[in-house]
Structures are given as C-alpha cells and as structure tokens.
C-alpha cells in the first residue's frame, strides 16, 4: 500500500507510479488525487490531516482478504488505460493536430 497523505499535489507522479506497480492507494482527497485514485475500486481517499482516517484506510485495506490485489489490480489496468505510451503519443498527437488546424 503506498501511503500518500501529502496535500499540495500537481499530478501525483509517485502515486502513478505505485498504481502502475500494482499496488493500492491510499490518499489524500484533494489536488489531483481524486482524478488518478479510483475511491473504493483502487484505493482509500481521506480528507485532508484526518490522520485517523489513513491510519484506518491502511488497516481496512491491509486486514480484508484479497482487498490489496484486487485494488492492486484495478490501479495497473488503469494506469495502462490512461498514460501507456500509445495513448500518451495518441493523446500528445491529437494536440498538436488541433494546434495546427
């Protein structure tokens, strides 16, 4: 589980990251976070210094049979779905069609 609590995040590399390692998240709800971590599906979303809240996130992931692999798994699906390099060189391409027409 990577825990994440920081608050003023621009992308949230690190959380890609470990999302692409197949591990679950659990986050702060704020910044970009909500847009990368699916709450409930791919990982544990808590408000903001709410340290009671990660710290049972963590344990309610950690203690429920087959929770972790399958947060696990639905995080490096989705990271395959949105940032593998074809969609990126998809995504970077239709930019640059748009810019220039």
């Not at 990251?17 to 699916?38: F, H, I, N, Q």
């Amino acid at each position: 589980v990577l825990l994440f609590p920081s608050r003023p995040e621009g992308f949230g590399s690190a959380v890609a990251e470990a999302m692409a390692c197949g591990k679950p998240v659990v986050a702060t709800r704020g910044s970009s976070m909500p847009e990368l971590v699916d709450h409930e599906r791919g990982g544990l979303l808590c408000e903001e210094n709410d340290v009671t809240a990660f710290a049972d996130a963590v344990r309610r992931i950690c203690e429920t049979p087959g929770l972790p692999a399958a947060m696990g798994i639905h995080n490096r699906s989705a990271v395959e779905s949105r940032f593998s390099m074809s969609v990126m060189i998809a995504k970077h391409r239709a930019i640059y069609e748009q810019v220039v027409h």
